[in-house]
């Protein structure tokens, strides 16, 4: 599991990217991707090409990061899930906090 | 004396080494000298009982914890020497070690006339 | 020296030599035992069980090797240094000392510098050994207090997670044994109005964090069920808890459904778990998708508790499961998937409870994962098939109460389409402790009433729309429908309750402002044998209130019902 984060040239948007599996070992290195010095940011895209595998404490930490990004009126969109990964957003109607592409 | 081998650079006896051996042993220096006197002559025995007995490998062991207590007693050329009949010993070679044995009685003669020198001082 | 004296085992067969170790030893200030040789030497380790051994390689009777082999086997899990004394000279013998096991050596002549800075370097080592195994073992024992502890908290869960009436001979299920604390969980209760309410719940995560949020969705669960709240009440109210005492990020998987034997209905809610299946008769099997967040994220204002309703018959099978079953891996890695449980479904032999299960095991891997699941089916019996009742599950209330009394309660206008009084009404008629038994009968009284007074009395629903299977559907539809204009309606209950000689007696009236009926054709039509024949406001419905009760009558227009219902002291 590895996570890498960008800002976009703008400024507004932060990138984290996430590779291999996303569960509870992730937990510290995620929060740490989001809550160290993002000034200005306001929105947050989560990269999901490269990650095999989402399980419950995934989408705990997602939902620690809407509700640090402002809960209802955060603007996280969650991207490129494979099938296996869309998949569980859907059971888990995620799509009704996130924005899934 | 044909040339310098191991065995004849070596001293006698290591005055260092006896100087240290007394200051570790103080009043039981004595003592430790005549019971490496006894074990040796013992030794000795026991050496040229084993190449009586053809034993390479007693004379070998007999050798080599000759060895032992000659180095710690401060006899270097001694330990040299039974050095020498352990590896012949090892070697399985029987031949020359009836020579061996009493170049090791003849070095014992001496180390035992310098310690008894240094015991009177 | 300010370190403690050292225990020293010399073996040694020389005299000489031995002396002089002996002396350097105690003039470095430790104890000294002596062995002249190896048999000697294994003797006396077993006998003073010294801290280090220093031994000859070359001994009579036992060589250094072997005495080393065997004090070593001696110490066990004590770290006993073992130093070869030798006058090997060659870098190849030495080595040989050491990889028979000894842990370093010292040439001869001894030197007592040397002597002295190695056992002080294997002190430390023995040392840095010994708070190694403290910490080991102060870990093992803290484990294992955690461990005890969480033995008692998952008995304490054991008694909340499976519970209620899951016995009933209609239902089956599979859930993790002991071992396994998972937090699933599993609740059932029969309605007082007959049918059955069954929650399935998988916490995030396992062991203690996943658990604890159970307790107080049980409480919850079983205290709205038996108060007669229906499905979508209760799980907002779970929902809220929840959001309340859960951490952000942690949250409940859980599906709900409502099992009406009488109108051959399941109402089911599914937010975040697998499919939920409905098989039976050869049609084709029904999903109960996942359409909501789980419970615990959404605050109350946004919670949408709606429950979808689905025809089912005598005989159909009820299937709701966690994502264990779907999570099953076999020895290649392929995961059992939802392809596995369609797959078993489509096969016609057998139960599909059974069938499912023994799917699910038998791809698994290994035992551990394949008991990491719960699975819950229902036999969908007719009404006579459920015999349960709800005093069967709820425990009798310590608490005494009031005899005489009486109360009016009005419900109008929006809050008639808000608002079900029911449990209300029903709480208030057991605080009489004489009534409590009865739970399941006075809520069926207050019910008839009720839907009497609102479908048929206000929102004019002919019921003969509810005897037909797929009537029922329109039925409800049709009510929500006219339920949003409702206008300025009322529905009035009039409860008064008396302490009488034998135990105690319940009037209650209903009265709504609709436009009545022709009473005397209705009962007229009901034969003494209790048939029915085709009027518009008919049922089982008032039939039922004259089965149960002492006295049925009816007034003004025949929008007022009174009952008149006896108890006596047991």
Redesign the interface.
Known sequence: MAIETRVTDDGDTLVICIEGRFDFSTHQAFRDAYEQGNAGVTRYRIDLADATYLDSSALGMLLLLRDYAGGDSARISIENCNRDVRRILSISNFEQLFAIQ | MTGSTPESDADHLDND?LAE?QD???D?FE??IR??VT?SRERIHTLRQALADADADALA?AA??F???S????APKL?ALC?ALERAGKAGELSGAADRIDGIDAEFAIVVAELETLMAR | MSLPPLRILIAEDSTSDRSILRRMLIRLGHEVIEAADGVAAVAAFQETTPDIVLLDALMPRMDGMEAARRMRALAGERLVPLIFLTSLTDAADLARCLDAGGDDFLTKPYNRVIIDAKLNAFRRMQRMHDTLSEQRDLIHARNQQLVDEQAVAKQVFDNVAHSGCLDAPNIHYHASPQSIFNGDVLFATPRPDGGLVVFLGDFTGHGLPAAIGAMPVAEIFYGMAGKGFGGAEILREMNQKLCRILPTGRFCCGAMIEVDFKAGQVRAWNGGLPDGWVLGGGRTPQPIRSRFLPLGILPADRFDGEMEALRVRPGDQVLLMTDGVLDCVDDAGNVFGEAGVREALADKEGPPFERLLAAASGFSADAASSDDLTLFALDVTDDAGWTRGLADTVGPSALTGPLDWRCEYELQGQSLADFNPLPLLLHLCLEVPGLRPSSGEIYTLLSEMYNNALEHGILGLPSHWKRNPDGFGHYYAERQRRLQSVGNHRVRFALQHEGTAQGGRLRIACEDSGEGFDVAAVLGSLSDDGRVSEPAYAGRGLLLLKRLTTDLSFHQNGNRVEIVYDWKHT
């Open positions: 080494a051996l570790v042993m103080e039981e003592l430790l019971t490496f074990d062991k080599h914890s060895k032992g207590s180095i710690n007693i401060g330990g050095l």
